[in-house]
């Protein structure tokens, strides 16, 4: 199982990118998805999640109504979209399938399979 974040890079406060996570070897598209995020010296966050079918997002408030999270369930890939990006969002950013429903989505160990991230960077 493989999962593999692309789509990050340098850009500039005000600015967009769009995250995309493939998952290969296995179908996730009975899980929910997340998005966490670690920038350097801290641990990693949570920047948002949907439930298996897209019905349901839920996002940290440090991102509401600047990023949107989305999944092709055919394509066996997690989208997102962040825009108005601020400094503060500079981190390597990872997504993961839910494996665990022991608490919240919030939580951390209720992730796994956890691939290669990608480094985005906002320059202010």
């Known amino acids: 199982v493989q999962l593999q974040a692309s789509g990050g890079g340098l850009v500039q406060a005000g600015g967009s990118l769009r995250l995309s996570c493939a998952a290969s070897g296995r179908t996730f598209s009975g899980y929910g998805m997340g998005w966490f995020r670690q920038a350097p010296g801290k641990d990693r966050e949570f920047v948002a999640a949907?439930?298996?079918?897209?019905?349901?997002?839920y996002y940290a408030d440090s991102v509401k109504g600047r990023f949107t999270i989305s999944r092709d369930n055919a394509k066996n890939t997690v989208y997102l979209q962040m825009n108005s990006l601020k400094p503060e969002d500079t981190a390597v950013y990872y997504c993961?399938?839910?494996?665990?429903?022991?608490?919240?989505?919030?939580?951390?160990?209720?992730?796994?399979?956890w691939g290669q991230g990608t480094l985005v960077t906002v320059s202010s």
């Open positions: 993961a399938p839910r494996v665990r429903y022991s608490g919240s989505y919030l939580a951390l160990h209720e992730y796994d399979y």
């Open positions: 949907i439930s298996w079918n897209g019905g349901n997002t």
